[in-house]
């Protein structure tokens, strides 16, 4: 796993063995950050990262410059691991939280400018982020929820979706509070 752009550009990452994680491929990610650099300021950016597993996608707001990174995840192995790989990047405003990301979401009082779901593909009901997000006013005004998943899933019919990108077999599906808000 590399970080792709940025101050720690080039670095790579290599999660322990113990690890379950699936982490966005290297090919989904540079065209998500490609189409995110079109979107946001980065370096205005508050991002919220559920189910952070390696910490991969927090990584690449990090290098990025981003204003904070709170990095959800629960897994104790993998929480620990993204505490470590942030120690190590010197990466400041990197908020790793283990935490079971729907409690997390339920009680969080913060708003963020993106947040980025990851759930594993097949995690029962993963999809009830999009509605807690949105029920706990979790995103600023112009803010976006990016939701990645495997082609089993459509949300064209959710009120709040935008658009989806597909880069293989990764999906991201896009979300935000007012649909004139942004354009691409």
Not at 54 to 67: D, L, N, P, Q, V
Request: hydrophobic share 40%; net charge neutral; with cysteine.
């Amino acid at each position: 796993m590399r970080i792709i752009s940025g101050k720690y550009r080039g670095r790579v990452i290599n999660p322990p063995r113990n690890l379950r994680a699936r982490p966005t491929t290297d090919f989904a990610k540079e065209n998500l950050f490609n189409v995110l650099g079109n979107l946001i300021d980065f370096e205005a950016c508050d991002v919220l990262d559920l189910f952070a597993g390696t910490g991969s996608i927090s990584y690449e707001f990090a290098s990025r410059g981003a204003r904070s990174i709170t990095a959800v995840e629960i897994n104790t192995v993998h929480y620990d691991f993204i505490r470590q790989t942030a120690v190590q990047l010197g990466a400041e405003n990197f908020y790793p939280v283990k935490a079971n990301v729907f409690r997390y979401l339920k009680s969080c009082r913060k708003q963020f400018d993106l947040i980025f779901s990851d759930a594993p593909y097949d995690l029962p009901g993963s999809e009830a982020v999009i509605e807690t997000v949105f029920e706990e006013d979790l995103l600023r005004p112009e803010g976006v929820l990016i939701f990645e998943h495997s082609k089993k899933m459509n949300f064209g019919d959710h009120k709040h979706f935008w658009q989806t990108r597909s880069y293989g077999s990764v999906q991201f599906s896009f979300f935000k509070k007012d649909e004139k808000s942004l354009s691409i």
